[in-house]
């Protein structure tokens, strides 16, 4: 009924989500990883002869929206492609007078020259609809329900229109960096991920990562990405899906509040966590919002050494109970995890690629 595939996009993200009845399924991505990863994911879809009725690109990152560019010059992508939300310069613009740069980064310019429906259905702030560009992607005072192809719907609850605004000084910085402006070829190789240490011997326990004091993610470009429960029904089943993006914690928790029932627990079949599992996204009140039993970590662990342990320790410490982490990719920073804090042992299962695979698929 719904697949996600968290295919191998480095220390980024490249998801797809495919549900729907056998033969008539619906697709929605969610960003193309860095550069090099476009090229894989297209070759990947074509094979399939996948049509993606949505591509979402979450935020600005490279490592979200570095292989956007070259999947939206790809024929066979383009061929199949119903549908994009973004937010480029210009729906950022709506919530600040500032005078920023001009809009002249590859990936809008590449969506002019498309003509590919983009944002359709979210309003302008002056309340108009346009048939072809719609207005930001946004979550104005409260989560934004909005329907997708087939039987699905996406909750937004990332961003809000203040994130979105604190973007906007940043954005010239960010599109150079992410190698988005023209004439711009990108960002250097990441650096490798630190060594783990060897001797753990007397390390911390789950319950004393969990409770590490840790700082909130205030990155402007994180606090603008796109984050949404995914929702499909069939019949009486429904399914949800988080696809926390890179998204700032409180802006998940505050969303989520909102719409959880009397206070308890949002529940959700399986949990995309935010920002690469860091500990500055991860924290202990969005997991304890969730009855989640499936937390997604997409990352290779190199330039950021993501997932942190003190994230995976919250899932696992004030997660629902008995719950499972799965993993597109068995870095060494996930072996360490799973060395130092042994899954059955722990209360947790985890799900990793086969042997010598690179990817997951998890089916719901
Ligand atoms: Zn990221």
Not at 149 to 158: F, K, V
Not at 209 to 214: E, I, K, M, R, V
Not at 239 to 267: E, F, T
Not at 324 to 338: A, K
Request: net charge negative.
């Amino acid at each position: 009924m719904l697949t996600i595939e968290l295919f191998p996009a480095k220390f980024g993200d490249a998801i797809l989500l495919t549900y729907g009845p056998p033969g008539k399924e619906s697709h929605v991505l969610v960003d193309a990883g860095l550069k090099g990863v476009g090229k894989t994911v297209a070759k990947r879809l074509a094979q399939r002869g996948v049509f993606i009725d949505l591509f979402v690109v979450t935020h600005v990152d490279i490592d979200h929206i570095g292989g956007a560019v070259s999947l939206l010059n790809t024929p066979s992508f383009t061929d199949r492609l119903g549908a994009v939300w973004f937010n480029g310069f210009k729906h950022l613009d709506q919530f600040s007078d500032l005078l920023g740069p001009i809009d002249g980064e590859r990936l809008t310019s590449r969506l002019v020259e498309l003509d590919v429906p983009w944002n359709v259905g979210w309003p302008w702030n002056d309340g108009s609809a346009a048939d072809h560009v719609g207005g930001p992607v946004v979550a104005r005072t409260k989560p934004v329900k909005m329907p997708l192809p087939g039987t699905a719907s996406a909750l937004l609850l990332s961003p809000t229109p203040q994130k979105l605004a604190n973007l906007l000084p940043e954005w010239e910085k960010v599109v150079k960096a992410a190698g988005l402006e023209l004439g711009v070829t990108g960002r250097h190789e990441p650096k490798p991920a630190p060594e783990p240490g060897n001797d753990m011997l007397g390390g911390p326990t789950l319950k004393e990562l969990a409770a590490a004091d840790t700082d909130d993610d205030t990155a402007p470009a994180n606090g603008s990405s796109i984050a949404f429960v995914f929702e499909v029904k069939d019949g009486g089943r429904r399914k949800r899906v988080l696809l926390g993006g890179d998204a700032h914690p409180q802006v998940l928790v505050d969303g989520l509040r909102q719409v959880a029932k009397n206070g308890a627990k949002y529940a959700v079949d399986a949990c995309k966590l935010p920002h690469h599992g860091s500990r500055a996204n991860v924290t202990t009140a969005l997991v304890q919002l969730l009855d989640c039993p499936q937390w997604l970590v997409s990352t290779n662990g190199s330039q950021f050494s993501h997932p942190n342990a003190e994230a995976l320790a919250r899932c696992v410490v004030h997660g629902s109970p008995g719950a499972t982490l799965v993993f597109n990719y068995e870095s060494t920073i996930v072996q360490q995890f799973l060395a130092d804090h042994p899954p059955h042992a722990s209360g947790y299962t985890a799900v990793l690629p086969a042997a010598g695979e690179e990817g997951i698929v998890v089916t719901l």
